[in-house]
């Protein structure tokens, strides 16, 4: 028997196909079933991705959530044969994405296409690693001030930017670099 915290890690995504416009319908009828199967402690997540489409009527704006993938549904699971029969047999799953044979199990979504995914939904965003502090040398790798060295003066995270002091014309001059565009010198 496996613990809480082993199945944790055994969990991944996978891809269940639908038919498109029950989508919604497939997700409300795998939680009925895991919870009326007792299934909570292999199937976690399910999950219809979606994203908002800003559109503009009659002058206004307007906020429509939109399927990103009309016809599939992820779901976060241990698989393992109960599960996995569990998740095949709900009623409106047509089968698993990347099921080799369509009787084999599924392949797992990976790590990076699930970030993607999540992060395009706003559901999970992936921690910022930043490797920059007040003080660093860098050098500008790309922009208008492609080549140009400075010293970091302010580290802004959540904007992904920094406010370095670049020597333009022998003059210390306040240049606002996204990360993406300098490397530690």
């Known amino acids: 028997m496996t613990t809480s915290e082993e199945r ?38 399910v999950l219809v991705p979606m994203e908002d489409e800003v559109e503009f009527k009659d002058g206004k704006r307007k906020i429509t959530p939109k399927k990103v993938f009309p016809g599939y549904v992820l779901v976060e699971m241990v698989m393992d044969d109960e599960s996995w029969y569990v998740v095949r047999n709900t009623s409106g799953v047509t089968g698993f994405v990347g099921s080799p044979g369509g009787g084999e199990k599924p392949l797992p979504l990976q790590d990076k296409e699930v970030k993607t995914i999540l992060k395009q939904m706003g559901i999970e ?61």
């Open 125 to 185: 965003t992936p921690r910022l690693k930043v490797d920059f502090a007040k003080g660093d040398r860098v050098k500008v790798t790309s922009g208008p001030f492609f080549d140009f060295t400075g010293i970091v003066d302010e580290v802004q995270p959540e904007k992904e930017k920094v406010r370095a002091l670049i020597s333009i014309f022998g003059r210390e001059t306040p240049v606002e670099l996204e990360f993406y565009q300098i490397e530690k010198v």
């Open 8 to 45: 944790q890690s055994l969990k991944n995504w996978y891809v269940i196909h639908t038919y498109s416009g029950y989508e919604n319908k497939v997700k409300a009828n795998l939680e009925r079933r895991i919870h009326s199967m007792n299934m909570q402690d292999k199937i976690f997540r």
